[in-house]
């Protein structure tokens, strides 16, 4: 009779049975669906970086602004950089998630931090290119009075958007990184209840 009693205690102890709770198993199927925002993500950062690289456009930029063409030529390799990395971090996510090992679940999770913060970063730097471009504006004005205003204000106003939605989207990490802390917390009870 105790050793039933006993059975039935330790059955209904989330810390023996790690992989029949509904908790983890939210947790896994949670974690699965930020990698798959996390590789979205990165294609979105690589197909935006493209965009600002493309020849012709580059082309018309260089055609009325130097300056601004440097702008977007670093803005876009960053953003073309930041989507690569993002890719890799997907894949070492994937290999985390599926063997919820501590290493790699720290590794991934420190991955997500140093993608967060290079994408705040290159966020930041978008907007700070948007806000230089009306002294460009003005310089080119002295020299070009005929010029066209319009492809000045049309390069702030993406300068400035593509490096809000860089912000934007970098910030969103943080909802990986609380779910893999979730993820180790998880691992290190079962190893725990393994070394007993």
Not at 13 to 32: G, Q
Not at 72 to 82: N, S
């Amino acid at each position: 009779m105790h050793r039933q009693v006993e059975s039935q205690y330790y059955h209904y102890t989330p810390r023996i049975y790690v992989h029949k709770r509904p908790l983890h198993w939210f947790i896994m199927f949670i974690s699965y669906l930020f990698i798959f925002l996390l590789i979205l993500e990165s294609i979105a950062f690589i197909v935006l970086g493209a965009w600002h690289l493309s020849i012709p456009r580059l082309e018309n930029i260089l055609s009325f602004s130097d300056d601004i063409y440097r702008r977007e030529l670093g803005f876009g390799i960053l953003l073309v950089i930041i989507g690569s990395i993002g890719i890799l971090i997907s894949i070492i996510g994937i290999i985390a998630t599926i063997t919820l090992r501590l290493l790699l679940l720290r590794i991934y999770v420190s991955c997500l931090w140093f993608m967060m913060i290079l994408g705040i970063v290159i966020g930041i730097i978008g907007i700070i290119f948007a806000s230089q471009v009306d002294g460009f504006l003005n310089d080119d004005r002295v020299n070009n009075p005929n010029l066209v205003e319009s492809n000045y204000h049309k390069e702030k106003f993406l300068l400035g958007m593509n490096g809000g939605l860089a912000l934007f989207m970098s910030l969103t990490m943080l909802v990986g990184i609380i779910i893999v802390h979730c993820l180790i917390g998880d691992a290190n009870s079962r190893s725990y209840v393994r070394s007993k």
